[in-house]
């Protein structure tokens, strides 16, 4: 079995670890954070270039069958649909609609949520906040007509507010590295145990590496792997 998802997540921690370490620019001048912003601004535009379309895992999963990967590290056929959306006030000026299909089933939504971006030029990176829509058949042709997304107020018509769970996208080279602020995100649907995840993503032109677990208080694993083996989806169209 090829290890190229652990291996790809390696060498992008290690440059990860290094802009980390070099992120902070508290006593810059105004001119450096003036040129910081703008660089930013840019990052932020070439990510939601990148992001929009449809991305299918289909052939990972048909690489995951062919090599014999153990039934912990596999996954089930998923399709991801993001569609940036414009005036959207109640969650900020750069919002995304992301839609998750199963089977990659576009008929068939498993979760959908809006993500707002902010640039941070204090930790030099985008700053990614993900609130989750209660009823995906209710906005399931919001990337054709967003009227349902404008209508949206944050805390009534989101099942969760995430503004303490954080994230930080960087640029590096030609991919963008997401990483959690703080460990990880809690979160708990109504009727539901609370569910503590864990997600680093990777993204390029054309795919988008993603690994999460979702875990329970006693440390059961609700959904993912604990293994960081990543799910690989592929835009195609």
């Not at 508290?26 to 991305?55: I, K, M, N």
């Not at 990483?179 to 032109?205: D, H, T």
């Amino acid at each position: 079995m090829q290890s190229y998802p652990i291996t790809r997540a390696l060498t992008v921690f290690a440059l990860t670890v290094g802009t980390i370490l070099l992120a902070p620019f508290p006593s810059y001048s105004r001119s450096v954070v003036d040129v910081l912003e703008a660089r930013l601004e840019q990052d932020l535009e070439l990510l939601l270039t990148w992001s929009q379309g449809f991305f299918d895992n289909k052939e990972y999963v048909e690489q995951q069958v062919r090599e014999g990967m153990p039934a912990s590290h596999s996954f089930d056929r998923l399709g991801m649909r993001f569609t940036r959306v414009d005036d959207v006030p109640n969650f900020g000026g750069s919002v995304t609609l992301a839609q998750g299909f199963i089977d990659a089933d576009k008929s068939k939504p498993s979760l959908t949520s809006l993500i707002s971006y902010r640039i941070s030029p204090e930790e030099n990176g985008i700053e990614y906040t993900v609130n989750y829509i209660l009823d995906s058949e209710a906005v399931i042709n919001a990337h054709k007509d967003p009227s349902p997304i404008r209508a949206l107020v944050q805390h009534e018509d989101t099942s969760v507010n995430n503004r303490e769970c954080r994230a930080l996208m960087r640029r590096i080279g030609d991919q963008f590295i997401l990483e959690q602020v703080g460990g990880g995100c809690s979160y708990q649907f109504e009727g539901q145990r609370p569910v503590k995840s864990r997600a680093i993503s990777m993204m390029s032109e054309d795919e988008h590496w993603i690994w999460s677990v979702g875990q329970y208080p006693d440390g059961s694993i609700r959904y993912g792997n604990d293994e960081k083996v990543f799910n690989v989806y592929k835009k195609v169209d």
